[in-house]
């Protein structure tokens, strides 16, 4: 299932549009990667996530 796919079912199922769903899944990205009290195991994990930059995106 493409990425469009799936952003579309999450986004009618909760009564939204496409682009709400994506803002909401960055904004959880950027908590769970900014968040400095991050433990070194949830780091690890972290690491383990493909990105280009320091915060990966929904895409």
Do not use: H, W
Request: hydrophobic content about 30%; glycine content about 4%.
């Amino acid at each position: 299932m493409s990425n469009r796919k799936i952003y579309q079912k999450i986004a009618k199922e909760n009564k939204i549009n496409m682009c709400e769903v994506k803002q909401s899944m960055q904004s959880a990205l950027d908590y769970a990667f900014g968040n400095p009290n991050n433990q070194s195991i949830i780091k690890a994990y972290q690491n383990q996530v493909p990105r280009r930059g320091e915060v990966p995106t929904p895409d």
